[in-house]
C-alpha cells in the first residue's frame, strides 16, 4: 500500500505551505474528562480546559513551576511573540502553570508575558495527559531560550522564593511540562512531553507547525526569515 501524502496547510496570504502537525497522539481526540476539567485564571475563575480552544487552534504550552528558571526564561521568549504573527495565523497561545492562581500576575510582570495563562493547581490536567516528574536523563542539546547557567539560575529561583509573600516553590518542583497542538474542538494535533527541564521544545520549530512567522528572540526587533 503506498504511503499517505504529507498534509499541507495554507497559511496566511495563501503565499506558503507548512506541514501539518504531527507526532506520536496526532490525531487522537483529547478525552471529554480532560476537557472538561477546570483551568484558574489570574482571578481565580474556573474554566473548563476544553473552552480554550473549542472554536479556535491553540499552542499549549505546560511549564514545570513558576520559580523555575529554565520556565522564566522560556516564557520570556514565549512573550516576545507578536500577537500579530499570531492573529495572522489564527492561532493563540496559552501558557499554563501549577501554581496557585495568585501567582500570575507576578509571574507576568516578571516575564513581560501578555498572551493567555492559566494554572492547573491540582495538576490533573498534567496528570491526565501524562505530563512527567522527575528528571529522566536524557540528552535534550542546548536550549535557544536558556540564557542562565544552573547555579545561578539555581540561585535566582531560591532567592524568589525566599523574598516572595509566600515561601513556596509555586508548584511541584518534580512536575515536568510540555507543549500541545490543540483545536478547534478536542482535537490534538501535536503532543510533546518533556522528559527534563531542559527538553522543552525550541518555540519556532513549534510556531512553524501553526504556520507562524520566525521570531527573532534576540533582544532585538523581531525579525522576518523568508
Not at 491553540?58 to 514545570?64: E, G, K, L, P, Q
Request: overall charge positive; charged content about 20%; proline content about 8%.
Amino acid at each position: 500500500m503506498a504511503a499517505p501524502a504529507p498534509v499541507t496547510r495554507q497559511v496566511s496570504g495563501g503565499a506558503a505551505l507548512v506541514p501539518a502537525p504531527s507526532g506520536p497522539d496526532s490525531g487522537q481526540p483529547l478525552a471529554a474528562a480532560v476537557a472538561e476539567l477546570p483551568v484558574l485564571d489570574a482571578r481565580g475563575q474556573r474554566v473548563p480546559f476544553g473552552a480554550l480552544f473549542r472554536e479556535r487552534r491553540a499552542v499549549v504550552v505546560f511549564v514545570r513551576h513558576f520559580l523555575c528558571y529554565i520556565c522564566k526564561e522560556y516564557v520570556e521568549d514565549l512573550a516576545k511573540i507578536p500577537k500579530s504573527f499570531l492573529q495572522e495565523a489564527n492561532v493563540t497561545l496559552i501558557v499554563i502553570g501549577q501554581s496557585s492562581y495568585h501567582h500570575i500576575e507576578p509571574f507576568c510582570k516578571l516575564t513581560g508575558y501578555s498572551h493567555e495563562i492559566y494554572v492547573d493547581p491540582e495538576r490533573e490536567i498534567y496528570k491526565r495527559l501524562g505530563m512527567k516528574r522527575g528528571e529522566e536523563i536524557a540528552s535534550s542539546g542546548q536550549s535557544p531560550h536558556v540564557k542562565s547557567n544552573l547555579l545561578s539560575g539555581s540561585l535566582r529561583s531560591l532567592w524568589r522564593a525566599v523574598t516572595g509573600p509566600l515561601f513556596d516553590f509555586q508548584g511541584d518542583p518534580a512536575q515536568q511540562g510540555g507543549t500541545l497542538i490543540l483545536g478547534p474542538g478536542n482535537n490534538i494535533h501535536f503532543i510533546h512531553r518533556d522528559r527534563n527541564r531542559l527538553d522543552h521544545k525550541p518555540i519556532n520549530s513549534v510556531l512553524q507547525l501553526v504556520g507562524v512567522q520566525h521570531v527573532n528572540f534576540t533582544n532585538g526587533p523581531s525579525v522576518i526569515h523568508v
